[in-house]
């Protein structure tokens, strides 16, 4: 499966994004799905994910209340849509996604991954 991560942009501190991740040659049904954020000559980090039940989202603390990842199966699409942005959330995201994953934090939970969109906040 391929992801394709798009939706990154510049946006002002309150401001608001969606992030779309897009997959082709299969079909996200049983897909757990993450994304991780990568700030300059930083670890790339755990932001959120959703189990591929879609009983259970789990989120970074320092993002939980602003952001929500949600997933259209018509699509074959997951979004993080992401409020109240701050100038700290800047970064390059990236979409994961792994079969039948438990929607870990770690990086090494997802085998697939999207090729990243850079999130600009300022003003």
């Known amino acids: 499966v391929q992801l394709q991560a798009s939706g990154g942009g510049l946006v002002q501190p309150g401001g608001s994004l969606r992030l779309s991740c897009t997959a082709s040659g299969n079909s996200f049904a049983n897909y757990s799905t993450a994304w991780f954020r990568q700030f300059p000559e930083k670890e790339r980090e755990f932001v959120a994910s959703l189990h591929w039940k879609g009983e259970w989202a789990y989120y970074t603390d320092s993002v939980r209340g602003r952001f929500a990842v949600s997933t259209d199966s018509a699509r074959n699409t997951v979004y993080l849509q992401m409020n109240n942005l701050k100038s700290e959330d800047t970064a390059i995201y990236y979409c994961?996604?792994?079969?039948?994953?438990?929607?870990?934090?770690?990086?090494?939970?997802?085998?697939?991954w999207g090729q990243g969109t850079l999130v600009t906040v300022s003003s």
């Open positions: 994961a996604g792994q079969p039948y994953g438990t929607g870990a934090s770690r990086s090494n939970g997802y085998v697939y």
